[in-house]
C-alpha cells in the first residue's frame, strides 16, 4: 500500500494549487481519503475527506468555499484543488487512507490506516 502527495509549491496569496493523492495496492473505492495539514509549531489538521465507496465529502469549516476534494478511481487517484489561498493555508499537505465507510467529520489523525509524504504548500502574502 502506498500514498503519494505531489503538487504543493510556492504562491501569493489568491492563488491556487492542486495536490494530488495517488494510491496503490489498494482501490479507492475501499478506503476514506483524508488531506490533512501540519503548519509549523502546530498539531496535524484534518482539511478535507473523500469516502471512496460512495463519494461523500467533508471540509474543514477554514476551507470551505475555496478547496474542492475529488477523485479519479480509473488513476486511483484523490485530488485537492485549493483556490484563493491565504498565507494561514502554508503547511505541509499529507494525504492518508483509512479502510472502509468511516463518519468523515470524526476522521482523525491518529486513526488513519495509511499515509503518504507530505507536500509542501506556502502562500506568500
Known amino acids: 500500500v502506498q500514498l503519494q502527495a505531489s503538487g504543493g509549491g510556492s504562491v501569493q496569496a489568491g492563488g491556487s494549487l492542486r495536490l494530488s493523492c495517488a494510491a496503490s495496492g489498494f482501490s479507492l473505492g475501499d478506503y476514506a481519503i483524508g488531506w490533512f495539514r501540519q503548519a509549523p509549531g502546530k498539531e496535524r489538521e484534518g482539511v478535507s475527506h473523500l469516502r471512496g465507496g460512495d463519494g461523500t465529502t467533508y471540509y474543514a469549516d477554514s476551507v470551505k468555499g475555496r478547496f474542492t476534494i475529488s477523485s479519479d478511481n480509473a488513476k486511483n487517484t484523490v485530488y485537492l484543488q485549493m483556490n484563493t489561498l491565504k498565507p494561514e493555508d502554508t503547511a505541509v499537505y499529507y494525504c492518508?487512507?483509512?479502510?472502509?465507510?468511516?463518519?468523515?467529520?470524526?476522521?482523525?489523525?491518529?486513526?488513519?490506516?495509511?499515509w503518504g509524504k507530505g507536500t509542501l504548500v506556502t502562500v506568500s502574502s
Open positions: 492518508a487512507a483509512k479502510r472502509g465507510s468511516p463518519y468523515l467529520p470524526a476522521l482523525h489523525y491518529g486513526g488513519m490506516d495509511y
